[in-house]
């Protein structure tokens, strides 16, 4: 699915060869079925704003939005399993996936990097990219409604996701989760930031300090994503062998 691949390099750190590549990008959006006009015309107009912009500054932006602070990460599991280590057999898991469907990854970046993800997502079936999509679909909600809070044109990226998954978030679940947002305390400023790095107490009898061979840690269950808040976004796990059988 070609606007996957589209979205991913959208989404991934603005480069000089992504804003030379933009009458291409444009092209590919304008012609694409995944998407209503309303929102082909919304992502045509944001690659225009994105490339109009001066690289640095855009680049600055960037990492001002995504790389400060949790509530924009674009780690899928950083907004499921936090610092846990649960988090560590999930990416195991991911990368299983990756492989189990003959995709190589050549990036430094952590397999549940959304550009990455959708990268891997764009040489699937429709069938499979839609019920991967619906899995995040509430996640990437909420990361769309954050970004509007910030008055950020990013939004469009996550709208447009929604829209390929084919899931529907109505006016009274999107309300909810923007009130949720609303109500949530900023984590980019500098004196969260100052505080998230202030020496912590070392505590010799905390139970997790040495603890790395945890048996329990190391059999969760390919089902075990399922948290069901809104803050805790529902993602459910697939069987990498079944999607064998689907022919992928």
């Known amino acids: ?9 959208l989404l991934d750190y603005p480069t000089e060869e992504m804003f030379s590549a933009k009458d291409e990008l444009i092209a590919i959006v304008e012609k694409t079925t995944e998407l209503t006009e309303k929102n082909r015309s919304q992502l045509v107009d944001f690659i225009n704003q994105l490339t109009a912009r001066n690289i640095f500054d855009a680049q600055e932006s ?15 599991f950083e907004h499921v399993h936090g610092e846990s280590r649960d988090r560590g057999q999930a990416m195991v898991d991911l990368m299983n996936v990756y492989k189990t469907n003959g995709f190589e990854v050549n990036s430094s970046q952590l397999p549940d990097y959304i550009p990455l993800y959708l990268e891997f997502l764009s040489e699937q079936s429709p069938e499979f990219v839609e019920e991967w999509l619906g899995d995040i679909c509430h996640l990437l ?9 910030r008055e950020c044109y990013y939004s469009v990226i996550f709208d447009s996701l929604i829209e390929i998954s084919g899931q529907e978030i109505d006016l ?13 305390e900023r984590d980019d400023t500098a004196e969260v930031i100052d505080k998230e790095w202030e020496d912590k107490e ?5 139970p ?10 190391m059999q969760q269950s390919q089902h075990s994503l399922d948290p069901n808040t809104v803050h805790q976004v529902p993602i459910k796990w697939h069987d990498a062998d079944a999607a064998q059988v689907q022919g992928l």
């Open 141 to 149: 909600a909420m990361l769309s409604e954050r970004l509007i809070d």
């Open 208 to 217: 997790m300090v040495g603890d790395c061979s945890s048996a329990s840690g």
């Open 62 to 76: 960037y990492d001002l939005l995504f790389d400060r602070g949790r509530a924009l990460s674009l780690l899928l």
């Open 172 to 184: 009274e679940q999107r309300t909810e989760i923007a009130e949720s947002v609303k109500a949530e």
């Open 202 to 206: 070392i505590r010799f009898d905390d």
């Open 1 to 9: 699915m070609l606007i996957l691949k589209v979205i991913s390099r």
